[in-house]
């Protein structure tokens, strides 16, 4: 009985080789935040290391990315950090949203909840691993950021209305 299992579970293993994924590697650029925000090569250096794979239109797979179930795990991580936050199609959204998704990215770096452990474990992606002072520095540019846009723009453009508010 163990001898089938094991045979049936490699055929399946290996038959999950052969499905085709539809991975994230273009995408349009027109809305991506370097349009309307400056962005320090310090910062653009750690967005490439330790967010862009999984936060823009364009992720970076690695070796192990085309062995399956590996690939398929990746592949929805990456489509659900792009759901949350996506670089690439960033000033496409409300203001509010931007400013809101300035105040996450300094919530998720200051907790270290970003980047998420999983990538970095087992030195699987070691340029996500950040260090105190490269999180500051993020930290920093999302602060900047969002006093850019609170000198700019009315503070009541900049706030995130309830969900269940109807639209003004």
């Not at 055929?11 to 962005?39: C, R």
Request: net charge negative; with cysteine.
């Amino acid at each position: 009985m163990i001898k089938k299992i094991t045979l049936a579970l490699l055929v399946l293993l290996v038959a999950i080789q052969f499905i085709p994924m539809d991975k994230n590697e273009s995408g349009p650029t027109e809305f991506d935040i370097s349009k309307s925000y400056h962005i320090p090569d310090n910062v653009a250096t750690i967005l490439k290391g330790a967010c862009n794979d999984c936060h823009t239109n364009t992720t970076i797979y690695p070796w192990y990315s085309n062995i399956q179930p590996v690939g398929f795990w990746l592949n929805h991580h990456v489509e659900e950090g792009k759901e949350h936050l996506n670089f690439s199609s960033f000033t496409q959204t409300p203001l509010r949203v931007q400013n809101h998704k300035f105040e996450e990215i300094v919530e998720t770096v200051e907790s270290g909840e970003m980047p998420l452990a999983d990538y970095t474990y087992l030195g699987l992606h070691p340029e996500a691993k950040l260090t105190n002072e490269q999180r500051q520095i993020l930290i920093d540019w999302a602060k900047e950021q969002m006093a850019l846009l609170a000198s700019k723009y009315p503070a009541d453009s900049l706030k995130m209305r309830p969900r269940n508010s109807p639209a003004q």
